[in-house]
């Protein structure tokens, strides 16, 4: 182990125990990020060996479906599906009733389609993504059709949020999410109650979705990293 960055092990084992769940003649949800895409790639070793047959994944982002095309992960469109046996995704943050901030990444819309579709929704994250409350240290991302950008953005001023527009690493102007819109990252003082605040952002006409992610998590996977060593334990 001497040399190998612990967090990054971690994320490894974490990604593993989620893919270690997925059974042969599965169809599967996949998630986006950097914990996910570990479960890709150990769903791609299990399929080369032999011991997983027959599983076809379900993209949520154009990173999820490269990742499962190098790995060598069958791949299908919502269209061709009647149901989503499994879904693994990562999150943002994660309160005590399983409720998740997701869109770190911008790809919460297809993620959440994909994750509320899913049979069962299993959650890997690292410890330090755990809250007691939603927002005490991520924004909720909300994503806008680009005309009504300024009318979102009073419409949510209004609500007490605090919203930014998302701005793009090494491209000049805004980020454009998979489906051509942008991002705001919304912070609020307190969420007190996620599953309302969901409803009332995704009802200002102009929004596509916002990442609070409300009553459908059935497991969380959380990586530690305890004298060294990665563990993993279930909430």
Do not use: W
């Not at 909300?142 to 690493?169: C, D, Y």
Request: net charge negative; with cysteine.
């Amino acid at each position: 182990m001497t040399g190998t960055d612990p967090v990054k092990l971690m994320k490894q084992e974490v990604g593993k125990a989620a893919a270690a769940l997925v059974k042969s003649g599965s169809i599967v949800g996949l998630g986006t990020g950097s914990t996910t895409a570990y479960t890709i790639q150990f769903l791609g070793d299990r399929l080369k060996s032999g011991e997983l047959k027959d599983i076809i994944g379900i993209p949520t982002s154009f990173q999820s479906e490269v990742l499962a095309k190098q790995y060598g992960v069958p791949l299908a469109t919502l269209d061709s599906i009647d149901h989503i046996d499994i879904a693994i995704d990562g999150a943002d943050e994660v309160d005590p009733q399983k409720n998740l901030i997701k869109g770190g990444g911008a790809a919460h819309t297809r993620e959440k389609v994909v994750d509320y579709l899913a049979e069962q929704f299993i959650v890997v994250v690292d410890s330090g993504k755990l809250v007691d409350r939603l927002g005490s240290s991520f924004a909720v991302p909300v994503e806008v059709i680009p005309m009504a950008i300024t009318p979102v953005t009073n419409a949510i001023k209004k609500l007490g949020g605090k919203p930014e527009l998302r701005m793009g690493v090494k491209k000049a102007g805004p980020v454009i999410t998979d489906q051509g819109n942008f991002v705001l990252d919304v912070r609020f003082d307190s969420i007190e109650d996620p599953v309302s605040l969901e409803k009332t952002l995704n009802n200002i006409p102009g929004v596509l979705e916002n990442g609070i992610f409300v009553n459908c998590v059935d497991l969380v996977l959380i990586g530690e990293v305890k004298d060294g060593q990665p563990l993993v334990r279930q909430l």
